[in-house]
């Protein structure tokens, strides 16, 4: 327990260390719901089950862009929990500061429509897939790749990157659903699909740094079609 409570003091010293350089997306993306620069905690603008998006539009709390960043929100805060357990000088705290500062980018895009996207000021680095393959490459090649299917698990870091891991996924899936209505711009799904990858690359490196053993499901190898 003193573990956990000395992982969420650290983590909220990180978050004042770091708001400054979140703080022009984040006001983005607070004040897109809004058509003042009021930054009040509560608006009852959504106690009838609405809310808005870029734009001005009101749409139902369970539209499938809401639904989408919802779980965006869900991923960053995970990722958040991550950090948390790291010491302040591992590498990885700079690897998920620029991860979660452009899912807040996404989830600007994601709450615009396509017809004004073009009015939005924050885009995606265009070097983003890129980066999470070379990350993806480096760790590789530092411990192999993976023949088995892995039981999720290990120690705290590992066992929350699998969980974020899963968040991805859901959140992808949530994406792709929003991008048959509205289409969404390429480099955030791949960027989303090449981050599941990173996280398990990540939760097996952490296995690997700490002398642990992956727990293999059945124990039976598998080719993966490429």
């Known amino acids: 327990m003193a573990y956990s409570v000395t992982a969420l003091l650290y983590g909220f010293k990180n978050f004042y260390k770091d708001i400054?350089?979140?703080?022009?997306?984040?006001?983005?993306?607070?004040?897109?719901?809004?058509?003042?620069n009021s930054m009040k905690i509560y608006t009852r603008g959504g106690d009838k089950g609405m809310t808005g998006i870029y734009g001005g539009q009101r749409v139902d709390k369970?539209?499938?862009?809401?639904?989408?960043?919802?779980?965006?929100?869900?991923?960053?805060?995970?990722?958040g929990v991550v950090r948390a357990y790291l010491p302040e000088e591992h590498d990885w705290q700079q690897i998920l500061f620029k991860i979660q500062s452009e899912l807040m980018v996404v989830m600007s895009q994601v709450a615009t429509p396509s017809e004004i996207r073009k009015d939005n000021p924050n885009t995606l680095n265009e070097d983003i897939v890129a980066y999470c393959e070379e990350q993806i490459n480096t760790l590789t090649s530092l411990m192999g790749e993976s023949n088995y299917f892995i039981l999720p698990g290990g120690n705290l870091i590992s066992s929350h990157l699998h969980l974020a891991r899963t968040?991805?996924?859901?959140?992808?899936?949530?994406?792709?659903?929003?991008?048959?209505?509205?289409?969404?711009?390429?480099?955030?799904?791949q960027f989303i699909n090449r981050l599941s990858d990173l996280l398990f690359t990540m939760a097996r490196f952490e296995m690997h740094q700490q002398g642990g053993m992956e727990e293999k499901w059945k124990g039976f190898l598998y080719k993966r079609e490429t």
């Not at 400054?20 to 003042?36: A, E, L, P, Q, W």
């Not at 369970?62 to 990722?79: Q, V």
Request: with cysteine; hydrophobic share 40%; net charge neutral.
């Open 20 to 36: 400054k350089s979140v703080g022009v997306i984040f006001n983005f993306v607070v004040s897109m719901y809004s058509n003042n």
């Open 62 to 79: 369970d539209d499938i862009r809401i639904e989408a960043n919802g779980c965006l929100d869900e991923l960053s805060s995970m990722l």
């Open 167 to 189: 968040i991805v996924r859901r959140s992808e899936r949530r994406l792709w659903s929003l991008h048959k209505k509205d289409e969404l711009p390429q480099i955030i799904l």
